[in-house]
């Protein structure tokens, strides 16, 4: 949040080339009684503007991208930095006219974006096009507007197991600074169900939820801004395993292996972060699950 209180949007763009469009923008985004941050209006500081900026994106609630015929370095840092610590991320992009072509370096970062690939380097972010500065306007609040009430919504009630999952994906992806989880039984040593079968035949959303969980802990435990706490009861578990052995569903030696292997990862992860990323048991009675984030939280009462 901003130091007012109130949400903050880091616009990211060339000065020269959008240099109204930015001031339209800013606007804006004050009618909706958000904090803008731009470059211009920062304070002198003793280190590089480059990583000035960068230090407002990592603080910033969303980051929004204005983009028309070139594509800059430091545009291109700054969204890089948002990629890597999770931010929300609107791009806008101004319309192309006769005479009017993109650089190569934009071309090629808008064919990746679009691209299904695999190998992308770059998530995949719906785009919001405008030509005129009132079609500008009402993007910026429409797409910020969309995007808060998503990310800051009133508390949520569902009886469908799938929405309880997404909402738990999304905190996760969204998570900054501290992400603190209690299971009953771990997905993450248990894996998503049924339990060995191949991602196919798995509940797609479960499997998105270990993915989510196992991408952020991959992404985070080296560095040293970043907390992670993981409950489960060892009790629930032991019965969660005796009773998948007892189905005979599964292979008794290949569903141990599995176990310890991923139990294992867990703890080197763990003595990897100097135990700021810790997993511990627990015999609480709970139904659970509970995930904590950096500003919204669930609980699912089963």
């Known amino acids: 949040m901003a130091r007012d209180g109130r949400i903050t949007i880091f616009i990211s763009s060339s000065m020269t080339e959008l240099e109204y469009d930015r001031q339209i923008a800013e606007q804006a985004l004050k009618d909706m009684n ?60 101004k319309s192309l006219i006769a005479n009017e072509e993109p650089s190569p370096k934009l071309k090629e970062f808008l064919d990746e974006l679009n691209s299904d690939s695999k190998k992308r380097r770059i998530p995949r972010v719906t785009y919001k096009n405008y030509r ?30 799938n929405e309880l999952y997404e909402l738990g994906i999304s905190i996760i992806r969204y998570a900054q600074r ?24 798995k509940y797609a959303y479960e499997k998105e939820f270990v993915d989510a969980l196992e991408t952020w802990i991959e992404d985070n435990y080296k560095l040293n801004d970043k907390e992670f706490l993981y409950l489960f009861s060892a009790e629930a578990t032991k019965k969660e395993i005796e009773e998948e052995q007892l189905s005979g569903d599964i292979n008794h030696l290949a ?32 139904s659970g699950p509970l995930i904590v984030g950096d500003d919204r939280y669930a609980i699912w009462v089963l």
């Open 34 to 93: 958000v904090t803008p941050i731009l470059f211009e209006v920062f304070p002198a500081v003793s280190y590089s503007p480059n990583e000035s900026c960068r230090d407002e994106v990592r603080d910033c609630d969303i980051f929004l991208m204005l983009l028309w015929k070139t594509l800059t370095d430091p545009v291109l840092e700054e969204y890089y930095e948002a990629v890597e610590r999770n931010k929300p991320i609107l791009i806008l992009i």
């Open 132 to 161: 005129k500065i009132t079609e500008l306007r009402v993007a910026v609040q429409d797409s910020v507007a969309a995007e808060t009430a998503r990310l800051f919504k009133q508390p949520i009630y569902t009886m469908a197991r």
């Open 178 to 201: 501290r992400l603190y989880l209690f299971q009953r039984t771990p997905s993450l040593i248990l894996g998503a169900r049924p339990y060995l079968a191949e991602d196919s035949k």
């Open 255 to 286: 569903y141990i292996k599995y176990i310890k292997k991923n139990a294992q990862k867990l703890k080197e992860r763990e003595v990897e972060s100097g135990s700021r990323f810790r997993i511990r048991t627990l015999d609480v009675p709970i």
